[in-house]
């Protein structure tokens, strides 16, 4: 399994490398990059809370001959810099995302969250929607900031942040494939789960504990003139199909099952998923302009 994880980082640096993005604030966001670097569209891929840009290479690498793929490290992830706000909410989040977009020339996207990646995306395109021309929900997590989860978010947050402290990042790694791919998910696919966790940060995690716990994507309902797509895999045991399906009825979106493919699809299934986005592309990369709200 060694050789298999070195044959992948090896892939990671030549296919899909990283750039740090210096913003405003004198932060920096890590980017991985594939594609026409210089287009003004891109496909945008955002990772979830045990993950990082790195989860999503063999997928940018299938989509890479058709746009220009671009996965951030999230603030506190990896080396990008954590957000000053001690407890972040997804606007911090989504105006990291933004900014770092406008340095990196993109001007229109096709904006892609996965898990907790899903309410930074549908914060942005809630008040960017010249910049969101299709957003694409993948095992979205709901949150926990809606009144009627006050008891959960107290739970959720203990719960992680305890979890984080008794065994650390590595402990936490090294069994979290266990709930987020299906039984038969391959050796490789397992252990390439477990590296992008092992290369969390703790900081970074305890922010995005924070941002899981203090938001609601149900706060997007009504805010989203874009066409919007809400996938989950079938095998989903964190975000289940019957969750992300509401949230599709709740948010106006089309919905789609995964075959094959447990809460961590893009690195379960990065061709099918891929697929399905080069189809998407067809109906942005030929809009001239910006969608207008």
């Not at 920096?28 to 790195?54: K, M, N, P, Q, Y």
């Not at 954590?82 to 977009?101: H, I, K, M």
Request: glycine letters at 10%; hydrophobic letters at 45%; aromatic letters at 4%.
């Amino acid at each position: 399994m060694k050789d298999t994880l070195s044959l992948k980082e090896q892939q990671l640096e030549a296919g899909f490398p990283e750039r740090l993005v210096p913003l405003p604030d004198g932060s920096r966001v890590a980017w991985r990059e594939a594609g026409d670097t210089a287009a003004e569209f891109a496909v945008v891929l955002l990772h979830g809370i045990s993950s990082g840009a790195a989860s999503w290479l063999d997928l940018a690498l299938a989509l890479g001959d058709k746009a220009r793929v671009l996965a951030w490290d999230a603030p506190g992830y990896g080396v990008s810099t954590p957000l000053a706000q001690p407890t972040p909410g997804d606007a911090d989040y989504a105006r990291a995302l933004e900014q770092s977009l406008q340095a990196l020339g993109v001007r229109r996207c096709l904006l892609v969250g996965h898990s907790l990646g899903a309410l930074m995306a549908a914060r942005l395109a809630g008040t960017a929607s010249g910049l969101v021309e299709q957003l694409v929900l993948i095992s979205p997590a709901g949150g926990y900031g809606a009144p009627a989860k006050a008891e959960q978010q107290a739970k959720v947050r203990q719960g992680r942040l305890a979890s984080l402290a008794e065994k650390g990042v590595a402990g936490l790694a090294a069994v979290i494939d266990q709930r987020l791919v299906s039984d038969q998910a391959p050796e490789s696919v397992r252990a390439w789960v477990r590296w992008n966790t092992a290369r969390m940060q703790p900081q970074g995690y305890a922010q995005a504990v924070e941002l899981l716990c203090g938001s609601d994507l149900g706060q997007a309902a009504g805010k989203l003139s874009m066409p919007v797509q809400v996938w989950v895999g079938e095998h989903d045991v964190v975000t289940p199909p019957a969750a992300c399906k509401a949230w599709s009825e709740l948010l106006g979106a089309d919905y789609g099952t995964l075959a094959a493919a447990g809460h961590a699809s893009p690195v379960e299934q990065p061709v099918a998923i891929a697929q399905k986005l080069a189809s998407l592309l067809n109906q942005s990369t030929r809009t001239p302009t910006c969608r207008q709200p």
